[in-house]
């Protein structure tokens, strides 16, 4: 992190401000900084033995607050919730530069078909491995929880992918709008999949409700309600994020493809394809992720009859 000055270092906590968007983008910035990529398995290590030594025992640790902050950035960025340190295409901050080329691959016009659904595949077995690693429970999950989400994701993508050829000359004859439902196949494949990966990984919740607390964590109850919006936001924010990674792309590659420079020299699409897709990652994947406070407060009329007598805040 990149302040001079730090708050007293908390655990779990964050050193930017996570009740405002500014500093929820700060936040997500930097744990998905590739600056992390320069960390040697050995300092990822020292970091969280640090940080498992704080919660043992503060006043053992020599450190200043700064470097507690720092390594419980590095930690909670770099290891899963077993301890076990995850490789580096799944981590976070590896997620931008490993995906950069899935999202090339994918949007590129003068791919064939077979590639395309290729890249597609890749990108959900990608996903699902972050997905993996990254999950905030300490046991792994059955196999079975994992293949099934996993296999939804990849029909899905692939049905719009293998469908969309067959179906947009029946939608228009012209030109201009198949040329406009081609550009936002990527987009409707991986946000379809997306959805349906939320819904199906999350659906016990929508079931069984998740927690409702009071500003301090005490937990109330569990809420239905509460469980539909916290999905609902989920699967918007994941929608909104494949927007620009796909969309700007499809429909700009092809414009600078058709230029004298690139004619001439046809060895600088695949850099124009990786610096555009990078740019978008960078600037799009820290503003979705703090679009939404992490702790929620409800409206003690979205939720069950139960919570209504509450005179506190439900978060």
């Given at each position: 992190?990149e ?21 929820r ?6 744990f998905?900084?590739?600056?992390y990529?320069?960390?040697?398995s ?8 640090l940080i ?21 950035s590095?930690?909670?960025a770099?290891?899963?919730a ?6 580096v ?20 016009p ?7 659904v290729?890249?597609h595949?890749f990108?959900?077995?990608h ?21 099934k ?6 029909t899905?993508a ?13 939608i ?18 991986v946000?379809?999949?997306n ?12 079931f069984n ?16 309600e509460a469980a ?5 936001e ?14 700007i792309p499809s ?12 004619k ?14 990078t740019?978008i990652?960078y ?6 992720l703090?679009?939404?406070?992490q702790i929620?407060?409800?409206s ?8 209504s ?5 439900l978060f």
């Amino acid at each position: 992190m990149e302040t001079k000055t730090v708050p007293k270092f908390k655990l779990e906590g964050s050193v930017f401000d996570m009740k405002t968007y500014q500093g929820r983008y700060q936040h997500f910035m930097d744990f998905i900084h590739p600056k992390y990529l320069l960390c040697s398995s050995q300092e990822l290590q020292h970091a969280r033995n640090l940080i498992r030594a704080y919660k043992r025992n503060p006043a053992s640790v020599n450190a200043t607050d700064k470097e507690l902050w720092d390594a419980q950035s590095k930690s909670q960025a770099s290891f899963a919730a077993d301890g076990t340190l995850i490789p580096v295409p799944f981590r976070m901050y590896g997620f931008i530069p490993f995906n950069v080329i899935v999202v090339a691959g994918m949007c590129n016009p003068q791919l064939s078909l077979p590639t395309v659904v290729f890249w597609h595949w890749f990108n959900q077995t990608h996903n699902a491995a972050i997905n993996y690693y990254n999950r905030p429970s300490v046991k792994p999950a059955p196999l079975i929880e994992i293949l099934k989400p996993y296999s939804l994701a990849v029909t899905g993508a692939m049905g719009v992918v293998l469908g969309a050829p067959k179906l947009i000359p029946k939608i228009s004859k012209s030109p201009s709008v198949q040329s406009v439902l081609r550009g936002i196949v990527p987009f409707t494949a991986v946000a379809f999949a997306n959805v349906l990966n939320v819904g199906f990984m999350r659906s016990d919740e929508l079931f069984n409700g998740i927690p409702v607390t009071t500003a301090e964590g005490e937990v109330v109850g569990t809420s239905v309600e509460a469980a539909k919006k916290a999905l609902a936001e989920t699967a918007i924010s994941r929608v909104t994020l494949s927007a620009p990674l796909l969309i700007i792309p499809s429909f700009l590659l092809p414009i600078v493809q058709r230029t004298s420079l690139m004619k001439r020299y046809p060895r600088l699409d695949l850099p124009f394809q990786m610096v555009l897709a990078t740019s978008i990652f960078y600037t799009a994947l820290p503003n979705m992720l703090a679009f939404y406070p992490q702790i929620n407060e409800i409206s003690k009329d979205d939720l069950e009859e139960e919570f209504s007598n509450r005179t506190e805040k439900l978060f």
